[in-house]
């Protein structure tokens, strides 16, 4: 059973910074890519960055990037998402996920594990 354990969400005023961490465990984590998504409400769940299984490779979503940095540490099985000069539009649920491959991926469909979401509040 695999499991991903967002944390380091929370309320922050615009321009500010936050870092999100995604632990993970049961799966051998540097074997794969992973991801993050968000979700604000009344809107589809969308990609954020993803890392390729080595750290080596990302890419992200054209509203994030210049802003957020994802990286990971596969000695400590945990990703994260450095995100600066946050903006209100920032504000969603925010989920990591393991892909089953080792590339990048931007759809969801490519990811077959994820996390419970933390909550990124960005006020104006």
């Known amino acids: 059973q695999v499991q991903l354990v967002e944390s380091g969400g929370g309320l922050v005023q615009a321009g500010g910074s936050l870092r999100l961490s995604c632990a993970a465990s049961g799966r051998i984590f540097s074997a794969y890519a992973m991801g993050w998504f968000r979700q604000a409400p009344g809107k589809e769940r969308e990609f954020v960055a993803t890392?390729?299984?080595?750290?080596?490779?990302?890419y992200y979503a054209d509203s994030v990037k210049g802003r957020f940095t994802i990286s990971r540490d596969n000695a400590r099985n945990t990703a994260y998402l450095q995100m600066n000069s946050l903006k209100p539009e920032d504000t969603a649920v925010y989920y990591c996920a393991t892909a089953w491959g080792r590339d990048l991926y931007t759809s969801y469909t490519y990811y077959n594990y994820w996390g419970q979401g933390t909550q990124v509040t960005v006020s104006s």
């Open positions: 890392i390729s299984w080595s750290g080596g490779n990302t």
